[in-house]
């Protein structure tokens, strides 16, 4: 069965909103996803080797000119220079502001081809067809687009919400055991946004069910100038266990991983702060340790004080120390924790 979900979008009197369609074998409905953008003549494909589905036929896209771009694999190739590449490749194909791109990949893929969409002509559509669980659950839904800088990751992009978005469940058929946990990372917070109980559902339902509850977010703060921040709901931790591992946890395929982690130290967090019970904490272990099977030990990639360094820097903190996290009145954005207690918490928690 196809489950359709709409990202309702119309702020500033514009209807932007687009559909999300999820299912086995939708692929082919990309033709018709951008035949419904208007007069659109040529596309570009951006995806990378050994990506499933990213042909032309395979996406029905038979009425249109067609180019094809691969990009690297990896972090490293999520960089400016890429995305320059891209749009002189655009250009090349011809490219003009009433065609389209689309993103046939990863998270990586996505942001990328989505940011040189966003920039190419001064915007033009995209289109997302994720291929990994990740991109499906988060990373293609909701319109961020960017690239690294060497000082860090995803400091430049773009809001830019597509067109549509199609997750073919056939591609994750195609996935290695790590980057199905990776995306499993980021299921597992859908766990707490709401109080649905996701453990009974197959994964069809799954993964439409987490992209209505991102897509509800979304509508309700494009721009995360508030409620939107809950969707890093464990990536607090995540972020500073990136950059002190460099490559060993984390960058891009490994992004979930490092959230799992985040979930459940937040939770102990919360725990410690008096904001929820042991067997709130002992919820939170059982999806990420139990449903998932994914590893909520802290790894020892640095020392306490340095973490807590790492956090203080993240791109989201406002103001001291800024986590999500549980409470009495579910899943919050909370402001200026006091370091000492995360700093004693780590300690605690980090192998000795
Ligand atoms: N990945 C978090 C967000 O899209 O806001």
Known sequence: MTRRVTVALATGGVDRS??????????SSVGEVVAGIGAVRRVAIVTQEGIPFSSAAALGLDAVQVSRHVIGDGEDHK?????????????????TRGDAVVAVGGGMVTDVAGFAAASYHRGIAVVHVPTTLLGMVDAAIGGKTGANLPEGKNLVGAFWQPAGVVCDLDALATLSERELRCGRGEMAKYHFLTGDDLQSMDLADRVARCVEIKAE?????????????????????????????????????????????????????????????????QAHVQVVDGEYALSSAIP??????????????????????????????????????????VRDLLAELLPA
Do not use: W
């Open 18 to 27: 687009y559909d999300v369609v999820v299912g086995h074998g939708v692929r």
């Open 79 to 95: 960089t400016f220079d890429t995305v320059a590449r891209l749009c002189r490749e655009f250009v090349a194909a011809g490219l």
């Open 217 to 281: 977010v979304v509508a309700s703060d494009e721009r995360e100038s508030g409620r939107r921040a809950l969707l890093n709901y464990g990536h607090t931790l995540a972020h500073a266990l990136e950059i002190a591992s460099d490559h060993s946890i984390a960058h891009g395929e490994a992004h979930g991983e490092a959230v799992a982690i985040g979930l459940v130290f937040a939770a102990r967090l919360a725990e410690r702060l008096g904001r929820i019970d042991a067997e709130r904490v």
């Open 300 to 341: 020892h990639v640095a020392g306490a004080d340095e973490l807590v360094a790492l956090m203080a820097r993240d791109k989201k903190a406002v103001d001291g120390l800024t986590f999500v996290l549980d409470g009495p009145q579910g899943v919050e954005v909370v402001v200026g924790v006091d370091g000492t207690v």
